[in-house]
């Protein structure tokens, strides 16, 4: 299906679903793990299944401004909303192939696939929003533009603002950046920082050391992504919306080091990745980044 019919038919679906703001992205999952699981090994055995487990099934809905969650089928008779979220910091949780969202419902029977195109859709929406506060217009508008083919450099310049500062405008935003700044993404992985000591905790390691009874935190999430010309550190683990971006490199960059499930960078920061494959295909990215 061509980009124009694809987006023909999200904003038909919006429609169906009485939705008046444009459509971003579309899935299909269930609201428990017991409706996908038995959906998955007895759909095709048990007559009437489908019909049962149907009642529990869930359509997410990412439009420019808010998240939908909708009882019902893609392809068939929508049901009511059972959510209605404003997109922005921690909109979504996301844990392995299962949602979460802020009134604690879930949507489970995802594949990473899907998962994945989600998180894009909400990042686009993120990156339209911080575009549009940057350039003065309204979030509808900025949509409208890029449809019909300008680039959100080309509205910079139009109303006499910098494309380097829409960049920075934009920096603490995780975002497509095949559409911005014409960077491709090559790698995205969880990780942590170790903290720094400070007097404090000093005095807390002679008071009360490092047994069970030692809960303060040691490190700090973090999250990697490498493009073919950058690598950027962001706080946070939610790959769907980061936290601020704290570091920004060039690929080529001599000062990094790879070692087991670790990762130094130019300025001597230090990322500790899940495993040494992670580390590998960070390593991978930034190799690649530079040819």
């Not at 009642?55 to 392809?75: Q, S, T, W």
Request: include cysteine; aromatic fraction near 6%.
């Amino acid at each position: 299906m061509s980009g124009d019919a694809r987006t023909r038919k999200l904003q038909q679906l919006a429609a169906q679903a009485r939705i008046e703001e444009p459509c971003l992205e579309v899935v299909e999952g269930f609201a428990g793990a017991g409706a996908a699981t038995a959906e998955l090994l007895l759909g095709d055995v048990v007559p009437g299944l489908s019909a049962l487990t149907g009642k529990r099934r869930r359509i997410v809905l990412v439009a420019l401004e808010h998240i939908y969650l909708i009882a019902g089928e893609r392809f068939g008779k929508l049901g009511a909303r059972s959510g209605v979220y404003e997109i922005g910091p921690g909109v979504i949780v996301q844990d392995a192939e299962k949602l979460i969202f802020p009134d604690g419902q879930t949507v489970v029977g995802l594949t990473g696939h899907q998962v994945g195109l989600l998180a894009r859709a909400v990042q686009v929406a993120s990156l339209l929003a911080a575009s549009a506060d940057y350039l003065g217009m309204g979030i509808g508008d900025v949509y409208a533009a890029r449809q019909a083919g300008s680039s959100l450099a080309e509205l910079a310049l139009a109303r006499g603002l910098s494309e380097d500062g829409l960049k920075e405008a934009l920096a603490g935003v995780l975002v497509d950046f095949q559409t911005t700044a014409a960077e491709r993404p090559l790698a995205a992985e969880r990780g942590w920082a170790p903290k720094a000591a400070t007097t404090v905790s000093r005095l807390l390691d002679a008071t009360i050391g490092h047994g069970d009874l030692d809960f303060r935190e040691q490190s700090e999430p973090r999250l990697v992504l490498v493009t073919d010309r950058r690598a950027y550190i962001f706080e946070g683990r939610n790959m769907v919306r980061p936290g601020a971006l704290l570091g920004r490199y060039d690929v080529g960059d001599p000062g990094f080091a790879f070692a087991c499930a670790q990762v130094t960078l130019p300025d001597g920061g230090l990322i500790v990745l899940a495993n040494e494959a992670a580390t590998g295909r960070v390593a991978a990215a930034v190799s690649a980044g530079c040819e």
